[in-house]
Structures are given as C-alpha cells and as structure tokens.
C-alpha cells in the first residue's frame, strides 16, 4: 500500500484529497499546509508518493520539489497546477516531477495519476 504526503494550503483541499487518495487504498501519512511543513514531513516519513500543491505561500512548491529531488532523487512527486502554471510543466519535470494533476480537480485525472505513478495496473 502506497504510503501518500499531501501538501496543499488549502484544508478543504487536503481533507478532499484525503478521501480520494485513501478511497484508491493509500495509506496518507500526513498532511501539510506549506512547503516547509512537507520538506519536514517527507524527511522524517519518506512517502512514496508527495502530492504538492505549487502555490503554497513562503516556499511554493518548485523550490520545494527541487530541495526534495535533491535529497532524494527517486521521490515520486504529483505536483498540482492550476491552469495558470501549465506552462511551467515542462520545467518541473526537468527538476524531477513525476507528474501533475490539475485543478479543477478530475477524479479520473487523480485515480489515473496514482495508479502511473504507485505503478499499479489501472483496474
């Protein structure tokens, strides 16, 4: 069972994403408002899988994914892109994402993004 960090400033949100991420049968490991907080956590938990908002406040989410690929270049990070931050795909993913979901929220879209990334076979 993946073992999932959500990172959002957002509560509606993580506690949104909670239910999803736990009703795909992950285990969520914590939960973050900001980017220091899921540094912090993913340090001392090491997730499989880091769902990351970009837009947090102080250090937004490239900063954050940087500091994290750097420590651990194998992390598996969904970051989650509004649609004003498309165009920073294609950089991110040089810095090490694993791949994005966007906002507004698709459950199809997440359940789609897990399953590649945990490297289950969609049922």
């Known amino acids: 069972m ?57 250090k937004d989410g490239i900063p954050a994914l940087k500091e994290i690929m750097d420590e651990d270049p194998v992390a598996r990070v969904l970051l989650v892109v509004g649609s004003g931050n498309e165009h920073k795909r294609k950089g991110m993913l040089r810095m090490g994402a694993t791949g994005f979901i966007r906002k507004p929220y698709k459950w199809e879209e997440i359940y789609s993004e897990f399953h590649r990334v945990s490297g289950e076979n969609e049922k």
């Open 2 to 58: 993946p073992r999932v960090l959500i990172a959002d400033e957002s509560y509606p949100t993580r506690v949104y994403l909670k239910s999803i991420v736990e009703g795909l049968g992950h285990q969520v490991i914590g939960l973050a408002s900001n980017s220091a907080q899921a540094i912090a956590l993913y340090r001392r938990e090491r997730p499989d899988i880091v769902t990351m908002e970009i837009g947090m406040e102080g």
